[in-house]
């Protein structure tokens, strides 16, 4: 009984987001439409406020810390943006994805880090400065690198609207965090008077939107998952896998040539595995008018949270080596 409690309240969230999709698969309908709201419209809304809570953390040392350590951010952001897209891309073919679904699979790739990766480097004892850094990057550079991987690896199975997509992601992303980082300048003595108090609230809607992000999606496309779960499960499961792995042993490969410690193989696996897959459900719906294409980013950020609080608990209990 000791062990299974344990278990439940350092898995938490993990568990929460299983929960919330089991709910929104075998219910549907409810997660439709809520006072005459079609639920799905909020997903973008929802989005952007939790960009713009990522966007109030920000500061000038986030970017300082890029000059200090910009090998490690590189090699962190070159392996997101070049692994999880061409290994999303081989799974839909080596599984037999068509059309939306195999756009799905290449879109959770072509995304930035997600903010819950900020958490879970915590949790593993890893650089959480180098997380922040890192998610911060690879958020900022989406909007130009995410349409441009979309086309080129997407492009084979649908038809991708390059130039919409990068506006898109300027709205749901760029903008709130822009927008996150004035109100953090404008109120800066606000924000450190309160910080604990607005570093739980922050965590909190994180959290929500997530949660709220997966009821919509999953009950949207619950259909689809019927018919072809399992497969999306594997492919979801692999993906996340393999980004734990290229980043972990990438960057332990690397240091035999540049300054890296354990602590920073643990982050840039963190960030590589992690994607953000509220963004790319979002972009799914507004940009590719799709809920299939949202279902493995559904899928993927479900167990991605879920391996992140397991793989968290692991790390937390053995020290980085050095």
Not at 27 to 46: C, D, H, M, R
Not at 102 to 128: D, H, W
Not at 213 to 225: D, G, H, N, P, Q
């Amino acid at each position: 009984m000791k062990k299974l409690f344990w278990f439940v309240s350092n898995n938490m969230f993990g568990i929460a987001i299983l929960a919330c999709a089991a709910i929104s698969f075998f219910y549907p309908a409810a997660f439709q439409e809520w006072f005459g709201v079609k639920l799905l419209t909020l997903i973008s809304p929802a989005i952007q406020l939790i960009m713009f809570g990522m966007g109030t953390t920000l500061s000038p040392q986030d970017f300082i810390r890029v000059a200090k350590c910009p090998w490690a951010v590189a090699v962190g952001v070159f392996l997101q943006f070049l692994i999880m897209p061409l290994f999303g891309f081989l799974l839909a073919k080596t599984l037999g994805f068509d059309g939306e679904l195999a756009a799905g699979c290449v879109l959770i790739g072509s995304v930035a880090g997600g903010t819950a990766s900020n958490v879970i480097a915590y949790l593993a004892k890893a650089n959480v400065a180098l997380s922040v850094t890192m998610t911060c990057c690879s958020t900022l550079l989406s909007p130009f690198i995410t349409p441009i991987l979309m086309k080129v690896l997407a492009g084979k199975f649908i038809e991708i609207d390059a130039v919409k997509m990068m506006i898109e992601i300027l709205k749901i992303v760029l903008i709130p965090v822009i927008a996150g980082g004035i109100a953090h300048t404008l109120l800066k003595q606000q924000f450190e008077k309160h910080k604990r108090f607005i570093d739980r609230v922050l965590s909190i809607i994180s959290m929500g939107g997530i949660c709220f992000t997966i009821l919509v999606l999953t009950a949207k496309s619950s259909e689809t998952f019927r018919q072809a779960g399992v497969l999306i499960i594997l492919a979801a499961v692999a993906h996340n896998t393999f980004g734990y792995l290229s980043g972990y042993w990438g960057t332990r490969l690397l240091a035999k040539v540049l300054p890296f410690t354990d602590s920073d193989a643990r982050t840039v696996a963190i960030e590589v595995a992690m994607q953000n897959g509220g963004m790319a459900g979002a972009l799914a719906i507004t940009v590719l008018n799709s809920p299939v294409a949202a279902l493995p980013a559904n899928i993927f950020s479900i167990w991605m949270n879920f391996s992140g609080s397991i793989i968290a608990n692991y790390w937390n209990h053995r020290p980085p080596r050095k």
